[in-house]
């Protein structure tokens, strides 16, 4: 008799020894039947009563159609069906039975990693994506007909796999994958089938055979075990009681516009109205009352406060928790908390990051300090003016081709062809918008003759002869460096600093623009010097030649 094609979904529970009923989020209500021996598989099913709903829609009805009968009802079943296979447990679920299972007791990416092992990297249909940037997005991909990884554009440095379908390489496994936290069969099978096939897929699940195409997806891994994570966030807790800042920064877990801020406050501090500058973990940590008393419940609550301009006080916007940047090493691994996220680096891939960010050049680039609290604008225009084969092109947009629109060229151009992006220090940014400046930048340059001119144009209307360096036909990219210059409050290499995420998009902007055959350089900017937390930023007290202090930020902090 011809099997029916089934979807069957599996979860498989973690290593335990663990009872049927121990995996369930609530057994006591759940009917269980366990299945016969004569079935060849140890097993049980759990099943939840039918509930009946009268569905949100008929009820709206109702008020303009008041005669219609309430015999319309939404029913919802739920079953899982849980066997053992081998040391393992593995559950197959029916209806809304996944909501059955205790969430903390099923291993995540069972159904990816199983997927990988199996799918032919030939035939993929579909893949889900998350890409780590100031946000972190996700997307789908699917292609008409099956296809190889690269046809889905896939930025294996910073792209996390979450899900993915295709056919597998063996016609007797499925005849369709799809794998993320759980494993979805399409499959020609029976009741008896299943025993067999929870042993198929476990020894799948512990090959290793998908790094063969697919080895990158351990570079990169979005922590979601719950028991991981508060092993990591007690790890960070323990390193702001034992006073060891350096390895805590602060990053808004969103793009802002700095030109509107005015300033930050902490729920925690209390004259709210206080405002620094800047974001900073050391600000935040002076207004907590009791250290030792911190815990990472109490920073998930306690809030960032920003006020923009125009507004007449700073206003909650994100939790301490969700701005915090944390590296911790465990179990042999590189963790890095960032956005209100757990990631885990793989310890080599966390080592070619830094390899390769700590051998490229400091540039030779000469322009002065910033002031504490200035905004960018204000210091390129004071870098401009400090040397005159310094031209400021900060908000002088070009036309560029390609769907991209009118853009910036760079914040500074030099008289040595360099191409000088600016960004403030990283404790406020994860810098990823000042690399694809720069990677963008370049190759408009490279490619489109109407952008050089409208670059020649802000030189010459800016009345600088360096204009005369931007030639109309296509240049040659080895006679210009892009540099990347950051304002962190330190002079020389930046880049051994940065955050990992700063470090792995500046990677991969620094590759980018090397194959384009740009000469790269990265910069730090120091700052003059830093007001004490209390104290007002006197601008009568700036040393002698730097007059970055602007106006429009006023004193650093605001005195009740």
């Given at each position: 008799?011809?099997?029916?094609v089934r979807?069957?979904?599996f979860?498989l529970?973690k290593?335990?020894?663990?009872?049927?009923g121990?995996?369930?989020?609530?057994?006591s209500?759940l009917?269980?039947?366990?299945?016969?021996a004569?079935?060849?598989?140890?097993a049980?099913?759990?099943?939840r009563?039918?509930?009946?709903?009268?569905?949100?829609?008929?009820?709206f009805l109702?008020?303009?159609?008041p005669?219609i009968e309430?015999?319309?009802?939404n029913?919802s079943?739920a079953a899982?069906l849980?066997v053992r296979a081998?040391?393992?447990?593995?559950?197959?679920t029916?209806?809304?039975?996944?909501?059955l299972?205790d969430?903390?007791c099923?291993?995540s990416d069972?159904?990816?990693?199983?997927a990988l092992?199996?799918i032919?990297?030939?035939?993929?249909?579909?893949?889900?994506?998350r890409?780590i940037?100031e946000?972190?997005l996700q997307?789908?991909k699917?292609?008409?007909r099956?296809?190889?990884?690269?046809?889905?554009?896939?930025d294996?440095t910073?792209?996390l796999l979450?899900?993915?379908?295709?056919e597998?390489?063996?016609?007797d496994?499925?005849?369709?994958v799809t794998?993320a936290?759980?494993?979805?069969l399409?499959l020609?099978?029976a009741?008896?089938d299943?025993?067999k096939k929870?042993?198929?897929?476990?020894?799948a699940?512990?090959s290793?055979s998908y790094?063969?195409h697919?080895?990158?997806?351990?570079?990169l891994?979005?922590?979601?075990d719950?028991n991981?994570i508060?092993?990591?966030?007690?790890?960070?807790v323990?390193?702001?009681r034992?006073g060891?800042s350096?390895s805590?920064?602060?990053?808004?877990?969103?793009?802002v516009?700095?030109?509107?801020?005015e300033?930050?406050?902490?729920?925690?501090?209390?004259g709210?109205q206080?405002?620094?500058?800047?974001?900073?973990f050391?600000?935040f940590f002076d207004?907590?009352?009791?250290?030792h008393?911190?815990?990472?419940v109490?920073l998930?609550?306690?809030?960032?406060?920003?006020?923009?301009?125009?507004?007449d006080?700073?206003?909650p916007r994100?939790?301490v928790y969700?701005c915090?940047v944390?590296?911790t090493?465990?179990?042999?691994?590189l963790?890095v908390l960032?956005?209100?996220?757990w990631?885990c680096?793989?310890?080599?891939?966390?080592?070619?990051?830094?390899?390769f960010?700590?051998a490229?050049p400091?540039?030779?680039?000469?322009?002065?300090?910033?002031q504490?609290?200035?905004w960018?604008?204000?210091?390129?225009?004071r870098a401009?003016?400090?040397r005159?084969?310094?031209v400021?092109?900060?908000?002088?947009?070009?036309?560029?081709g390609?769907?991209?629109?009118?853009?910036?060229v760079c914040?500074l151009?030099?008289?040595?062809?360099?191409?000088?992006?600016?960004?403030?220090?990283y404790?406020?940014s994860t810098?990823s918008h000042?690399f694809?400046q720069?990677?963008v930048s370049?190759e408009a340059?490279?490619?489109?003759?109407?952008?050089?001119?409208?670059?020649?144009s802000?030189?010459t209307?800016a009345?600088?002869e360096?204009?005369?360096?931007i030639?109309?036909?296509?240049?040659?990219a080895?006679?210009f460096?892009?540099v990347?210059?950051i304002i962190t409050?330190k002079?020389g290499?930046?880049g051994?600093?940065?955050?990992?995420?700063?470090?792995?998009h500046?990677?991969q902007a620094a590759?980018?623009?090397q194959l384009?055959?740009?000469?790269?350089?990265?910069?730090?900017?120091p700052f003059?010097?830093?007001?004490?937390?209390?104290s007002v930023?006197?601008?009568?007290?700036?040393?002698a030649g730097d007059?970055g202090y602007s106006e429009t930020?006023?004193p650093?902090?605001t005195?009740q």
């Open positions: 008799m011809k099997k029916r979807q069957i979904n979860y529970m290593r335990s020894d663990r009872e049927f121990d995996v369930l989020k609530n057994p209500v009917h269980r039947e366990d299945v016969s004569e079935w060849g598989f140890e049980a099913l759990f099943l009563d039918p509930k009946a709903r009268i569905p949100w829609w008929l009820k109702q008020t303009a159609f005669d309430p015999r319309f009802k029913v079943n899982v849980l081998g040391s393992r447990m593995l559950a197959i029916f209806g809304y039975g996944k909501y299972l969430p903390d099923y291993e069972f159904g990816l990693k199983v092992n199996t032919n990297p030939e035939r993929l249909r579909s893949v889900d994506v890409t940037e946000l972190t997307t789908r699917q292609a008409s099956g296809s190889s990884v690269e046809t889905f554009g896939l294996v910073s792209d979450r899900g993915v379908t295709g597998p390489r063996d016609a496994f499925a005849k369709r794998g936290d759980a494993l979805v399409i020609p099978a009741f008896g299943l025993g929870c042993e198929e897929i476990l020894r699940y512990e290793d790094k063969e697919f080895s990158w997806i351990d570079h891994r979005g922590v979601r719950a991981v508060q092993v990591l966030d007690t790890q960070m323990q390193s702001i034992d060891d350096d805590l920064h602060m990053a808004p877990p969103e793009p516009d700095w030109e509107q801020v300033g930050f406050s902490y729920s925690t501090r209390r709210h206080v405002l620094d500058a800047d974001m900073d050391d600000e207004t907590v009352q009791d250290p008393a911190l815990s990472s109490g998930r609550k306690a809030r960032v406060l920003v006020k923009l301009t125009g507004m006080r700073a206003v994100w939790s969700s915090l944390f590296e090493d465990y179990n042999g691994s963790y960032s956005g209100g996220r990631f680096v793989e310890r080599d891939f966390a080592g070619e990051v830094q390899d960010v700590g490229l400091v540039s030779r680039l000469e322009i002065p300090r910033s504490v609290g200035e960018e604008s204000d210091y390129n225009k401009a003016n400090s005159p084969d310094i400021l092109m900060d908000r002088q947009l070009a036309r560029c390609g769907g991209h629109g009118p853009i910036e914040d151009f030099t008289s040595e062809r360099q191409f000088v992006h600016v960004k403030r220090k404790r406020s810098l000042l694809a720069g990677t370049a340059f490279l490619r489109d003759e109407n952008f050089r001119s409208d670059a020649r802000i030189l209307t009345g600088s360096l204009a005369g360096l030639p109309a036909e296509r240049p040659l080895g006679d460096e892009v990347f210059a409050g002079a290499h930046v051994k600093s940065l955050p990992f995420f700063s470090k792995l500046l990677m590759r980018r623009l384009l055959g740009y000469k790269v350089g990265v910069y730090g900017i003059v010097g830093r007001a004490k937390p209390e930023l006197d601008p009568a007290a700036l040393p007059v930020i006023g650093l902090r005195q």
